[in-house]
């Protein structure tokens, strides 16, 4: 089954308490991102990856890092959490065409730092 | 910049009437337009999307979209609503290297 997997899906740590929320596709896609849904705001891209060791910041990546050694996998790194990155994570990838294709999310990770 | 604007944070329709979400965008070259639902505590999922061709696009569960060039809309719509449509519906608009999604406009069909 295509899947984009996400671990954990529910997470509360404390500040400053470096946290990584796993990614990962079996769909051989080339394209991975991380969005955080917060009410109003909707999705806002935080990073992308366009293939392996390829990334780029979205619209709000500070305070976050990311890495893509493997094209399966693209972790989510929150090196010193703050409770204003308490949030819905999700993850997702889509194929050749990138911003022309349809995107395959995972479950979603909620995030609270205390 | 991209930008994609969803009016409506909510909207309400009694079961079996039509409904219209409303979604307009802004982005540079040619527009792809996608619509995701989200169901309470699901990650979103596809419906359709608009990339070249006809203006109508049909996608899942009996949904359609309308791609209006020159008011720069791609508003989602089905005939006959149903209950277990209730959910939250993003639009989204593929530019350079990027996805931009909107805010979202919950959907609540009423019995």
């Known amino acids: 089954e295509a899947q984009v997997t996400q671990n954990p899906r529910y997470l509360i740590t404390v500040t400053g308490k470096k946290l990584t929320v796993t990614c990962s596709q079996n769909?051989?896609?080339?394209?991975m991102s991380w969005y955080r849904q917060d009410p109003g705001l909707g999705l806002r891209q935080i990073y992308y990856s366009m293939n392996v060791e390829v990334t780029d910041k979205g619209d709000v990546p500070e305070g976050y890092k990311v890495s893509r050694k493997e094209k399966r996998n693209f972790p989510l790194i929150l090196e010193s959490p703050s409770p204003n990155q308490t949030s819905l994570y999700f993850c997702?990838?889509?194929?050749?065409?990138?911003?022309?294709?349809?995107?395959?999310f995972g479950q979603g990770t909620r995030l609270t730092v205390v | 910049a991209q930008s994609v604007a969803q009016p409506e944070d909510q909207v309400n329709v009694a079961e079996g009437n039509p409904l219209t979400v409303k979604c307009t965008y802004s982005v540079s070259g040619n527009p792809y337009l996608f619509w995701y639902v989200q169901y309470p505590n699901r990650g979103l999922q596809f419906l359709l999307k608009?990339?070249?061709?006809?203006?109508l696009v049909k996608g899942s569960y009996g949904f359609e979209a309308e791609f209006n060039k020159s008011q720069t809309s791609f508003h989602l719509k089905k005939p006959s609503a149903l209950v277990s449509d209730s959910a939250l519906y993003f639009c989204?608009?593929?530019?350079?290297?990027?996805?931009?999604f909107g805010i979202g406009t919950k959907l609540q069909v009423i019995p």
């Open positions: 769909m051989n896609h080339e394209y």
């Open positions: 608009y990339i070249t061709g006809d203006n």
């Open positions: 997702a990838s889509s194929g050749t065409g990138y911003v022309r294709t349809e995107a395959f």
């Open positions: 989204a608009v593929g530019g350079y290297q990027k996805v931009t």
